[in-house]
């Protein structure tokens, strides 16, 4: 790799920490290429990916970025799990490394937050953002049921009297 690619590569490494809303660092080591394009699959049915890098350059481009704390897990062979949205990369890996003795979590970070596996392992646990969203929005649907609800109950209940006297009318 010449000069040129390696600061080609540490731009683009650079650009992946800046983009991501989190990153799992992994060994992979005695994984065959059939393993890795699973994983990769997996990744991306939920918008993630699956990239090898090489340490030192990964350590330039974390340089000055919020999750500069990390730098410490790029030793050996690493490859980086991410993806926009902070939980699909994780529960993925997470999966994926339950099936797959060769592939072992190091950690990973989301902004300055850096975890350790276990760490990644609950970050995995947290619901997406489609799941919050739709639980906010189920909340909000079923508040303003509520809001008409109680703002009929008054004149049901007049109506209800109206009814009720009118009957004692026609008796």
Request: no cysteine; hydrophobic share 40%; proline share 4%.
């Amino acid at each position: 790799m010449d000069r040129t690619q390696k600061e080609a590569s540490v731009e683009e490494l650079s650009g992946i920490f800046d983009a991501s809303g989190s990153v799992v660092m992994a060994h992979y080591s005695g994984m065959t290429v059939a393993e890795m394009t699973e994983l990769r699959t997996k990744l991306r049915e939920v918008g993630g990916t699956f990239k090898v890098v090489r340490n030192r350059l990964a350590k330039i481009a974390l340089k000055g970025k919020p999750g500069e704390g990390a730098a410490d897990l790029f030793t050996g062979p690493v490859g980086i799990a991410y993806s926009e949205d902070f939980v699909s990369a994780p529960k993925v890996v997470v999966n994926y490394a339950k099936d797959n003795d060769k592939f072992i979590i190091l950690g990973g970070f989301m902004e300055e937050e850096v975890f350790d596996a276990p760490g990644v392992e609950t970050l995995s646990k947290m619901p997406s953002r489609e799941e919050l969203i739709g639980g906010i929005a189920a909340r909000l649907l079923g508040q303003a049921s509520q809001i008409g609800q109680r703002l009929m109950a008054p004149s049901q209940g007049l109506a209800g009297a109206i009814e009720v006297i009118r009957e004692k009318a026609d008796a």
